[in-house]
């Protein structure tokens, strides 16, 4: 695994220009993509760059990580509205190609296809990753297995507490989620992760540093032949 330690400012931008290169090499390349407060800048940069005219994703397809059961697309804390809000409205992308987990009605139905929906599309070249307090990627908790393919999530109480922040009200926060499995996550051909703040140190220290085992879902990236991990100075400090 490859590190690069920056401020947000910066490594948003270096990995937007990573997936600038990829869409420009590639115009109907298949992106992996995250929600969460951590990915924001490097969507923000997207943005920029498609309005400049510098990277087009007219013949893109996106697979979205993960999604709330309960929540509508409409729901302001859905992953469906957060990427639409914060990316696919701004970008000239057809819809029709994005591709984010149903947290609602024929959910089942839509996730046992995804793992082979994300396949005929010639898999994903290049993924986005946040992370979560407890070393999670996606939804996968600790004790999820290594070889799990998209699936059903219960969320722990500390991501419960963590994502909290974004609702009026811990209660109203889902308690389930569908998500990529690791699996899933591993077949990328390409994976960045950002992480930034002292809240995420510890699992990058683990996911640097540590065995690799399921008690910490992102240490399977230690196996994953290109894999670069970009974060703050907080975020880096458990390190060295
Ligand atoms: C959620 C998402 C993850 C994300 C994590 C961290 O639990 N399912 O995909 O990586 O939150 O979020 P943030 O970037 O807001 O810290």
Redesign the pocket.
């Known amino acids: 695994m490859k590190v690069i330690v920056g401020d947000n400012e910066k490594i948003s931008k270096l990995i937007a220009e990573e997936f600038i290169a990829q869409i420009n090499k590639k115009p109907n390349s298949v992106l992996g993509l995250?929600?969460?407060?951590?990915?924001l800048g490097v969507y923000a940069n997207l943005v920029k760059a498609n309005k400049e005219g510098r990277v087009s994703f007219k013949n893109v397809a996106t697979f979205n990580?993960?999604e709330y059961i309960g929540l509508e697309g409409t729901h302001n804390q859905s992953?469906r509205y957060f990427m639409n809000d914060n990316l696919f409205d701004h970008i000239d992308i057809d819809k029709s190609k994005t591709h984010v987990l149903k947290g609602v009605g024929d959910y089942i139905a839509y996730m046992n296809q995804y793992d082979d929906e994300i396949a005929s599309f010639g898999g994903i070249d290049l993924q986005i990753?946040?992370?979560?307090?407890d070393g999670?990627?996606?939804?996968n908790e600790p004790g999820t297995p290594f070889d799990s393919l998209t699936h059903i999530a219960d969320?722990t109480e500390s991501?419960i507490k963590?994502?909290s922040r974004?609702f009026n009200d811990i209660s109203e926060v889902p308690t389930k989620?569908v998500?990529m499995g690791l699996k899933s996550i591993m077949n990328a051909r390409k994976i960045v992760l950002?992480?930034t703040?002292k809240?995420?140190a510890k699992a990058i220290r683990d996911l640097l540093c540590g065995p690799m085992t399921e008690d910490v879902p992102c240490s399977i990236l230690q196996k994953h032949p290109d894999c670069t991990i970009y974060v703050d100075e907080d975020a880096y400090s458990l390190v060295k």
């Open positions: 995250a929600t969460g407060t951590s990915p990580l993960d992953y990753l946040g992370i979560g307090s999670h990627i996606a939804f969320l991501t963590d994502n974004l989620a998500t950002i992480a703040g809240n995420k």
